[in-house]
């Protein structure tokens, strides 16, 4: 009787519940939160987790761990901090990224962008400042709108 290759077996004998505890050890390092599109929240989040904001946010995020992503059914004022932050869909207020910011295609965004590298999909609408600070030894290079002429 023999294995197939995808499933085999480690030499110690484990049970059914030894692989699913470490199946959950696997996933509790994948943690993430939703916010629901249905769900409106006013106030500060703060987490260590990735969370996707697919309802309505006022307030402050600051992200401690994780990724913070915006869904394009959300709507979202805030004053937004974390590591990497992609947008696809309505924000206002500044965003401050250690890595990244990502305005994808359906991005509408007004405020402030702070971040190391910044990526601007065609189609993403943005309006405000935006001041790609490099990172040491890097060149730093900042963006502001020009004002229309009358």
Request: net charge negative.
């Amino acid at each position: 009787m023999g294995y197939s290759s995808a499933c085999k077996l480690p030499k110690r004998r484990e049970t059914w519940f030894d692989l699913l505890g470490s199946l959950a050890d696997t996933l509790d390092d994948k943690t993430m939160t939703t916010i629901g599109a249905s769900l409106t929240i006013t106030g500060e989040i703060t987490s260590h987790e990735d969370v996707t904001i697919h309802g309505t946010l006022n307030g402050k995020i600051s992200m401690q761990g994780g990724a913070l992503l915006v869904a394009p059914t959300a709507h979202v004022q805030a004053e937004a901090k974390g590591s990497r932050v992609t947008i696809h869909g309505s924000f206002s207020g500044d965003v401050t990224a250690a890595e990244r910011v990502e305005l994808t295609s359906t991005a509408n965004v007004s405020g402030t962008v702070l971040a190391p590298a910044v990526i601007l999909q065609d189609g993403a609408v943005f309006n405000g400042m935006m001041e790609v600070a490099g990172r040491k030894g890097r060149a730093e290079t900042r963006f502001e709108p020009h004002a229309k002429a009358s």
